[in-house]
């Protein structure tokens, strides 16, 4: 790593006590991911869930053990509150919240109160934790720059959501750095371009894919399959790269207030995904364009500029997007839910 690379927070040595994090939506798809990778790096880890603690999904057995599991809704202001005076932690990752535009878009008050309020209670819980939280790493969305602008999108470009998902990760975002600064709290905003790889929902045109797909190729359904515009194009990383930035995030000295586009700054065709799927199933079915996919107002691409990033930490994204395809389709033929 060469001398542009700022100075990171040690995580910890043989001689020292394990640094303990809090992991908010640790039951979802990147919050599986991030718990497996923390653990890893000897972090004692807290992680909320909705439910009950992840049975499925990609975390593995010993990790799941390994890790503190708690409920929590961040709606409830209080119960906030109690899970970080409880997890004493030093560093929070917040990645509990609507990751679904379709769902916002149903649910739009409850998307706000959980992407909004619930980060408002967050921030305001640790900046009473008395000084002991070095670092909040909120997990934004790229879906707050909207169409972004010419080129690739980088972190000065204003924010222009057109959804109601977008709107309120703007609104994360915004009350995330903004109201951190007013209380002392250092937040830093990851702003998370498409991750995919195993575990994502159905709800996802990857896993979508890969669900349809494996079915064709079992004989449950016609060789047919019913698309969107494959043409929308999207900076896409996987997942293990993405959940990495966010670690290399919580590690950088002097951040507060700071917002890191997290991406490749390559733009993928849907298109290819759907190619490299049906590659690794093995089969050709019909593809027929189904105008009530088509979402009306996206942008037809949108790249992220990845540079402040990689300057403050040296990351880049490291795994192939074929390759991680062909990961997801296994996982999802795996994992019973195909």
Known sequence: MDSSVASRKCHGDS???????????????????????????????????????????????????????????????????????????????????????????????????????GTLSLVEAAARASGDVQTVVVAGSADSYGRGGRGPVGERTPLRPLSVYGATKAAQDVLARGVGA???????????????????????????????ALAIRRGTTEPRLAVGNLD???????????????????DLDGTPDMAYNVCSGVAT?????????????????????????????????????PKRLRAATGWRAKRDLRACAHATLDWVAGSGGA
């Open 182 to 212: 007013a209380l002392g709290v250092p937040v830093v905003v990851a702003r998370l371009f498409p991750l995919l790889g195993p575990g994502q929902r159905p709800a996802f045109a990857l896993p979508s894919f890969c669900r349809r």
């Open 232 to 250: 929308v194009a999207r900076d896409f990383t996987d997942v293990r790269d993405g959940v990495r930035a966010l670690a290399d995030i919580a």
């Open 269 to 305: 065709k849907i298109r290819r995904l759907l190619e490299w799927v049906l590659e690794r199933a093995e089969i050709e079915p019909e593809i027929v364009r189904d105008p009530a996919l088509v979402r009306r107002g996206e942008p037809e691409a949108v790249v992220g500029d």
């Open 15 to 117: 001689s020292a006590a394990p640094v303990r994090v809090l992991v908010t939506g640790g039951d979802g798809f990147i919050g599986q991911h991030l718990v497996e990778l923390l653990l890893g790096r000897g972090y004692e880890v807290t992680a909320t869930m909705l439910g009950e603690a992840p049975t499925d999904g990609t975390l593995s057995r010993a990790a799941r053990a390994a890790a503190e599991w708690t409920r929590l809704d961040v709606r409830d202001a209080d119960a906030v509150a109690s899970v970080v005076t409880a997890a004493r932690p030093r560093r929070i990752f917040h990645l509990a919240g609507f990751s679904s535009g379709a769902e916002a878009s149903l649910r739009s008050r409850d998307a706000l109160a959980v992407n909004g309020a």
